[in-house]
Every structure is written in structure tokens, then in C-alpha cells.
């Protein structure tokens, strides 16, 4: 699987013509600092098509990237951050839950982004039995594995699998691409 054509299209606050264009969607979800960004730089092959900030929580849209011209990969803004006012917090998260929640149009598939290191934390299962709950076909990307023992990532992979409730866990490092085709190949076939 080749990226072949990337780019950003539009961020969206709310409801918007784009969500009913009839294109499938691939969300990618996850804590504030995972390496969301990075993660979806490193699938399409671009260093900087999707901004990344030493800033963590900068994504405050649901911004839409149009792939190989027929599918959007959206990056949701990162739920549990810390750092902002609580009622900002508590606007970005009705944000997130009304997109993945309350929107009729399910996507083809949600990447749920945890960090290899720390493992699925509350909010990430929260996360995922939202998802559950609104029918939606979960994937788990572990990035940061290069942080982790080569002996402890297949451990940790099947302790993802068992605590996500089966989801295909993918072992991932946007630092050094490991998983970037393994992944492809699920998110385009």
C-alpha cells in the first residue's frame, strides 16, 4: 500500500457539507501527546502535512486530509488534556463525543492512538467503550515502541489486545516507521 497524494483540506467545529460528501472516513483518536500527529506523518509519507507542536493539545478541529483521492483521514483533537481551562476541556470533549457519538455517518474505521509505554490508560478505555457503544470498527496503534525492550513489545501487544477486548493491536513507531505498512494495508484495503 502507497500514499501516493496527501493534503489538507478544511477544520471543522460542526456539522459541514464535507461530512456528507460520501467519502469514507479513517479517524485517528487518541491522548493528548501520543503521537497522533506524527503517527498519521509518518502513514502518508510527509513530515509535516498534519502540524505537530512541542505544545501538547494544539489540535482543537476535526481536520480532514484527503488521501490517494478517495479517503479522509481525520485527526480528532486529543481528549485528557490537562492543560487548558476546564470549561475549554469540557467543550473539545463534547466536540470529540459528538463527532464520534451523536454523527450518523460512522467511519470506516477508528485508529485509537495509545503510547507503547504507558499502556491503555482509563481514559483510553473510556475511549474505546464509547466507540463500542457507537458501532464503530476499532484498531489499536501502539506507537512509541522504540522506547520499549525488542523482549517486552509482542508482551505488551497481547496485554493491549486482552484489556482493548480483542481489538488488532498494531505495534507502531512513527520515529522509526516500524508497523507504517502493516497499518496502511488494514486503513486502505
Known amino acids: 500500500m502507497e500514499i501516493k497524494t496527501a493534503e489538507f483540506i478544511k477544520g471543522i467545529k460542526g456539522t459541514d457539507d464535507i461530512l456528507y460528501d460520501g467519502i469514507p472516513q479513517v479517524v485517528f483518536v487518541g491522548r493528548s501527546n501520543v503521537g497522533k500527529s506524527s503517527t498519521i506523518n509518518c502513514l502518508v509519507g510527509r513530515k509535516s502535512l498534519v502540524k505537530t507542536s512541542a505544545k501538547v493539545g494544539k489540535t482543537r478541529e476535526i481536520n480532514f486530509f484527503f488521501i490517494n483521492n478517495n479517503i479522509y483521514f481525520v485527526d480528532l483533537p486529543g481528549y ?3 492543560g487548558m ?3 475549554g ?15 450518523e455517518l460512522k467511519p470506516k474505521c477508528t485508529v485509537v492512538i495509545i503510547d507503547a509505554k504507558v499502556g491503555l ?8 467503550g464509547i466507540l463500542d457503544e457507537s458501532g464503530h470498527n476499532v484498531i489499536i496503534v501502539a506507537n512509541k515502541i522504540d522506547k520499549l525492550k525488542k523482549n517486552d513489545i509482542r508482551k505488551k501487544v497481547e496485554e493491549f489486545h486482552i484489556e482493548s477486548g480483542g481489538k488488532s493491536v ?4 512513527a520515529k522509526e516507521k516500524t508497523g507504517r505498512l502493516e497499518i496502511l494495508r488494514t486503513l486502505l484495503s
Open 80 to 82: 485528557g488534556f490537562a
Open 85 to 87: 481551562s476546564q470549561k
Open 89 to 103: 476541556s469540557e467543550k473539545l470533549n463534547k466536540h470529540i463525543a459528538w463527532y464520534l457519538r451523536d454523527f
Open 121 to 128: 490508560t482509563d481514559l483510553d478505555k473510556q475511549m474505546i
Open 170 to 173: 498494531f505495534p507502531f513507531s
